[in-house]
């Protein structure tokens, strides 16, 4: 019995597909530049390790991240801005790049005041006279 569908012929498996990555739109990256911090659970340790990176652009569902030193990283973590004090945003690692750079995935698309604090707190000279607004909620 054989229930495998030959490779030319499609199937109703074929039209699935997943809200997350086919179906939701791609925001625009923006240019930024804030210390950041990833944070994982290392292969057989209860607790979580944290390494340094650099946060390069930012957009409401993915950033692209430097990494200070070489070391593999996990499939997922959590990401940390702590000058905009953002704490566990949960990541996916979608790309690595040779020159120490990686993108990620959000898990849950940011808000526009998450997203504003980063672009306040950043170094970045195209942010340079960005102010918080404390009025708004």
Do not use: W
Not at 112 to 120: E, N, P, Q
């Amino acid at each position: 019995m054989e229930s495998q569908t030959p490779i030319g012929k499609r199937s109703y498996l074929s039209k699935e597909e997943s809200f997350m990555y086919d179906r939701e739109k791609r925001f625009p990256m923006e240019e930024t530049m804030n210390a950041a911090r990833i944070e994982f659970a290392e292969k057989g340790v209860t607790n979580l390790a944290a390494r340094r990176c650099d946060l390069i652009q930012v957009s409401k569902s993915s950033a692209l991240i430097a990494i200070n030193i070489q070391f593999s990283l996990p499939r997922q973590f959590y990401l940390d801005v702590p000058d905009a004090r953002i704490a566990r945003i949960g990541c996916v690692l979608m790309k690595t790049f040779a020159n120490n750079t990686a993108e990620v995935r959000f898990l849950s698309l940011l808000n526009d005041k998450d997203l504003d604090k980063i672009f306040v707190y950043s170094t970045h000279p195209k942010h340079r006279n960005r102010v918080l607004d404390i009025r708004a909620r």
